[in-house]
């Protein structure tokens, strides 16, 4: 473990953006999840971003077989990932040139020059090294032969392959890395004796290039300077780092206990929404049930049969497996039941870009099933509370008897962020609608007079039993009905029963400004690049834009049109091609809204919104 | 074990107060009757009782029962009776379902269902033809076979339930005609009584649109002769005079007669359905002559939910987290102050 710093300049940094890239098999999420692990527990904010090839083991070398890890870290407030790099550590050609673009001109880049072979530079469609050819004179580069130090470092270890040697030259990466932000090694130090309890020698092995790394940098005359970023404020508490799926996976456990119903999991395994179902599965000692199904079909219907029987039920899915559930949810909002869909958003339509962010399937989830079958639909905006709206989805669709659509997308779920711990004793109470005795006039469709919700019986009480179905039910008994008025009331009442719930979800409020010449409007993952995009703005002395942002979107919250009302102009931030902006224009009248979309299976740029907004309202 | 008292019950206890709208003279009122009077006979408690069926003339059959029920979506009630049973092992789940709710837009669900073993009870309802649309061929519809959807004769090939189920793993199956009630209630109790999922197909008459279509077996005038009614342990001997029985011939089964070159009821094969080997269960089920009834396969297995037990009562003893603070606080925890 090394933590002292001896004798050399620091400049203090306010946040910066590090980008590790090297081959599948190089070990870059770890390498990245080491660095902001060990950022988060020295107090900075963070947010990570993952990206990596759909294919599995993708050629080494090869261009399309990347994979990066990308961090922010900071002593302000951090909202997003970032745009362009302060430091890209490239272990291989193919790294270098599919991440160069993102370095900002005059920053660092540190190479591994051992991967930078003929054979190498070729795969990665290099005509000449890029490292001899002068074509990056604007950066600056620190080319350093890892994977010699590496194997010199571990000469005198034994009972180490050749694979395990060089496998650990990430670690040298790492320990160089630690030293030029000043960071202690001791998180990662301590990680490896976690990890490789039983394999001593991978102890030690990956402590001493960690090591290696980190006093390389320290004597190496190439690193002028190192940086500190010192703690951000933040609210005082015990926090993690915890990946979007991860969050919404614990909220449901935590809905689950607090309400006190067993977690039923209907899933199927599809990209990028089976990390809920791989953090679910793990939870056997809380009693979660989680059924791996044989289609998406399946996974919402054996969901809505634990629901009948009287657990908390919810299936998770990304865009084509919401157009599979279509029907099944169809009648899940018929019978009035409880039931969680978390639709992680990827990029559509049809398969699409499965690996890649996108807010294309709010219409699906809107309108996308046969008849006048609305359903609850809410969105989480940041990795963390995917955790709250995961909560939310569970405590809604059992107090309101209908099923509610909990919609993240791949940038929030495979992101991550710290997260306050909150324990379920602090969560809000959940009610639910069970009955467990008979009485006289019980009736499976009695309605609480409140919000609407439907009685819920559960098989094994006796004298509640009764008949449920996909067919038009008469409103009092349940029974088939085909009586006209009887149609257009239940019609009415499974609507209004939605809108009832304005009166329970929270207003919508604005950032930056209550009212002023521009409104920015975003929903769901989008937040953290819209609110530091106006924040950024508004230290710049824009002060008339303000920030809404959309969590709950059926229903609208109750004061949607008069937040939006108080500025002269509206524009809609949105990864689709303006499905929110239809929305509002479809609910309210003479809105003066503009649109901003991408659709390009990537997050908004900051420089692309800031633009965008300073041309709304110059 | 836990001795539960149930109270007595008869068949007007699973009648629900809702019109039966069958067309008159189809099984489906006989298959009704024979689960209204074998429920009775299970030992279970109504509350305990969840009917879960499909789309279909056959899967209106819940709302005629007064128990828990779900009319639900086509072809999917096995994901939804599997969904229930998981949620609450202690009820009795039934699925209701036709030909083409099971094997058609419902294939992949009926494969994997049997394949999971899960303790459910399936009955399939099989009259060669949708009814509830008035008339097209099915995926057990014979080929030639003159429908709505194939004026000219029916072009598709079509599955034997018995031989697809047994395929996806059924460790339970059997078969009946539609017009037994009596042997029809026994085998509710039957696969009731098995853990595990259990399969049978009802050859059940339609008489609007397939009217007759198993008639050649099933009628009274025929049906000794026609049918061999399995029972695990004995020969399987069949004919009105019982004189015919079944043998093999290399690897075919063959009908003799007993009495006739030298064959003695010693000769005749003894039925095993409790029999890992499903070679003999699939030749029997592909069988025409004799059209072979009962149960055909009854292979007890561990179900789903027992492994699943197992395992979560395994995890339990070994966790050192019994609340989700537990978790949330576990592991790379930070403070800040």
């Known amino acids: 473990m090394i933590t002292a710093k001896v004798n050399h300049q620091q400049e203090v940094l306010e946040a910066v953006i590090i980008r590790f890239v090297g081959d599948s098999g190089d070990g870059m999420q770890l390498t990245g999840t080491q660095f902001s692990d060990t950022s988060a527990m020295f107090g900075n904010d963070i947010a990570t971003f993952p990206n990596y090839p759909a294919e599995i083991r993708a050629p080494q070398g090869s261009l399309y077989g990347v994979s990066g890890f990308q961090v922010h870290i900071g002593s302000v407030e951090i909202s997003t990932p970032g745009d362009s790099v302060d430091l890209l550590v490239a272990m291989n050609p193919a790294g270098l040139k599919t991440n160069l673009q993102a370095v900002k001109p005059g920053h660092t880049i540190i190479v591994d020059t051992d991967s930078f072979t003929k054979k190498n530079l070729v795969k990665a469609q290099y005509e000449s090294n890029p490292l001899e050819d002068g074509s990056l004179e604007n950066y600056r580069v620190i080319e350093v032969s890892m994977t010699s130090l590496t194997k010199e470092t571990l000469k005198d270890v034994s009972g180490l392959d050749n694979k395990s040697i060089t496998r650990s030259k990430n670690m040298f990466a790492l320990g160089m890395v630690y030293w030029m932000y000043d960071r202690s090694t001791e998180h990662t130090v301590e990680f490896f004796n976690k990890k490789f309890k039983s394999k001593p020698e991978l102890i030690e092995a990956n402590t001493k290039v960690l090591n290696a790394g980190f006093y390389f940098a320290e004597t190496l005359e190439l690193i002028p300077n190192s940086y500190t970023i010192a703690p951000a404020k933040m609210l005082t508490g015990t926090y993690r780092i915890i990946m979007g799926n991860t969050a919404t996976a614990w909220g449901l456990l935590a809905a689950a206990e607090k309400s006190g119903l067993d977690l039923f999991l209907g899933s199927y395994p599809i990209t990028p929404a089976t990390d809920i179902l791989h953090e679910l599965v793990k939870h056997k000692h809380f009693g979660v049930k989680a059924f791996q199904a044989e289609d998406e079909i399946a996974g919402i219907t054996s969901a809505i049969g634990a629901s009948f029987a009287g657990d908390l039920a919810i299936t998770t899915t990304s865009g084509p497996g919401l157009a599979l559930k279509g029907e099944a949810l169809g009648l899940a909002m018929m019978i009035e039941l409880p039931l969680v869909v978390v639709n992680v958003q990827r990029g559509g339509p049809s398969t699409g870009l499965p690996t890649k962010t996108e807010q294309s399937d709010l219409l699906q989830s809107l309108y996308g099933r046969n008849g006048e079958s609305p359903v609850i639909v809410i969105a989480a905006s940041t990795p963390a509370n995917c955790f709250d709206y995961a909560y939310e989805a569970a405590k809604l669709t059992l107090e309101h008897m209908t099923p509610v659509i909990l919609l993240t997308d791949g940038y929030i779920a495979n992101g991550s962020a710290p997260w306050k711990i909150q324990s379920v004793d602090d969560m809000p109470e959940i009610k639910n609608n069970i009955v467990s005795e008979a009485n006289e006039n019980w009736h499976p469709y009695n309605r609480n007079e409140d919000t609407l919700a439907r009685n819920w019986a559960i098989p094994g009480t006796a004298g509640l039993e009764h008949r449920v179905g996909g067919l038009e039910k008469d409103r009092v008994s349940g029974n088939v009905s085909y009586v006209p008025e009887n149609h257009e009331y239940m019609i009415k009442i499974r609507s209004e029963k939605i809108k009832r719930l304005q009166n329970y979800i929270p207003k919508l409020t604005t950032e930056f400004a209550e009212s002023g010449d521009l409104l920015v409007i975003g929903w769901g993952g989008t937040y953290g690049s819209l609110h530091s995009a106006v924040k950024q703005l508004n230290e710049a002395g824009y002060s008339t834009i303000g920030f809404a942002h959309f969590n709950y979107i059926n229903p609208l919250p109750k004061n949607t049109e008069a937040v939006l009302k108080q500025f002269k102009k509206i524009v809609v931030c949105e990864l689709n091609n303006g499905q929110f902006a239809k929305v509002l224009k479809m609910n309210f009248d003479g809105l003066n809204l503009s649109q901003f979309n991408k659709v390009q299976g990537l997050p908004f740029g900051n420089s692309e919104l800031t633009e965008k907004f300073k041309q709304l309202v110059n | ?337």
């Open chain 2, 1 to 337: 074990m836990e001795t539960t008292v149930v109270k007595e019950y008869t068949f007007k206890d699973f009648t629900s107060d809702q019109e039966v709208r069958w067309c008159p003279g189809c099984d489906d009122y006989v298959i009704l009757r024979a689960m209204q009077k074998a429920l009775p006979k299970m030992g279970v408690k109504r509350e305990d009782v969840v009917f879960v069926s499909g789309i279909g003339c056959s899967s209106r059959f819940p709302y005629y029962i007064d128990s828990y029920g779900i009319h639900s979506i086509h072809g999917r009630a096995p994901g939804i009776a599997s969904g229930v049973k998981l949620a609450n092992p202690n009820l009795s789940v039934w699925v209701i379902t036709g030909d083409g709710d099971a094997l058609a837009i419902g294939g992949n669900h009926f494969i994997h269902v049997l394949r999971r073993n899960i303790d459910l009870n399936i009955i399939l309802f099989n009259n060669e033809i949708y009814g509830l649309t008035k008339g097209q061929f099915s995926p057990t519809s014979l080929v030639g076979q003159k429908t709505k959807s194939s004026p000219y004769g029916n072009t598709q090939p079509p599955f034997s339930p018995g031989e697809l189920a047994i395929g996806a793993q059924a460790r339970f199956f059997a078969r009946i005609g539609g017009n037994t009630p009596k042997e029809m209630t026994q085998l509710f109790i039957e696969a009731e009584k098995f853990k595990g999922t259990s399969l049978i197909e009802i050859l059940q008459n339609c008489p609007i649109f397939n009217d007759g279509c198993f008639t050649q077996y099933t009628s009274k005038a025929v049906r000794e002769d026609k049918q061999l009614n399995v029972e695990h342990g004995k020969p399987m001997i069949f004919g009105k005079e019982q004189d015919k029985g079944l043998v093999l011939n290399g690897l075919k089964l063959e009908v003799v007669t007993i009495g006739e070159n030298g064959i003695t009821e010693n000769d005749i094969l003894v039925h095993d359905a409790k029999e890992q080997d499903t070679t003999l269960h699939q030749m029997l089920v592909r069988l025409q002559y004799p059209m072979v009834t009962g149960i055909i396969r009854s292979f007890d297995d561990a179900t789903l939910e027992e492994r699943e037990d197992a395992l979560t009562a395994e995890v339990k003893a070994n966790s050192k987290f019994t609340k989700t603070d537990d978790l949330f606080f576990s592991g790379g925890t930070y403070k800040v102050e």
